[in-house]
């Protein structure tokens, strides 16, 4: 279905804002820049396809529930293609201005982050990502993934514990 040209207005008023949160969801949960854009290239298509059914809710919940949507499908697709997975960690980001060992150190940190987030179960990591990364409430958590708050508020506390786990911090230091 082609959307109207007022649809169309609205969708890039309304939906377009939330595309970085949408790449930033795609790129944790996909673990691949380029798979992440994909992703939410798709996800916007999709969005613009079904603008007509969004009922003036929370916009960017929205989008990221497809966006979700999305990258579960691709992560699907690419386990049924190839039996060992192997995605590309992206902790390589450019510093400019600050000293050599300040930026070792500062890519170290992020690197053992990724690893420690990229160990932890799809679930868990969704929501830690949700929340801690995109500000998410609970109520857009549950909303994006589909879940009962209650299951939302334990899936943080049990990816928080095994998010300190990781990085070697006890749960109470953690908390």
Not at 3 to 14: C, G, M, Q, T, V
Not at 112 to 118: G, T
């Amino acid at each position: 279905m082609t959307p109207s040209p007022n649809d169309i207005d609205r969708f890039e008023r309304i939906v377009l804002p939330h595309l970085d949160d949408a790449y930033t969801l795609a790129r944790y949960l996909l673990r691949d820049p380029h798979e992440a854009q994909d992703a939410v290239q798709d996800a916007a298509l999709r969005a613009l396809r079904y603008f007509e059914t969004y009922r003036d809710g929370d916009a960017r919940a929205w989008l990221l529930a497809i966006v979700r949507n999305c990258c579960l499908t691709r992560h699907k697709r690419a386990r049924a293609e190839r039996a060992n997975i192997s995605f590309v960690d992206d902790v390589d980001v450019a510093y400019e201005g600050r000293a050599t060992d300040a930026r070792a150190v500062e890519q170290s940190e992020r690197a053992v982050l990724q690893r420690a987030l990229d160990g932890l179960p799809p679930e868990f990591r969704e929501v830690i990502v949700l929340r801690e990364i995109q500000g998410l409430s609970y109520r857009e958590i549950s909303d994006v993934v589909g879940v009962p708050i209650g299951t939302v508020m334990s899936r943080l506390a049990r990816g928080r514990r095994r998010l300190a786990s990781a990085l070697g911090y006890d749960a109470r230091e953690a908390g």
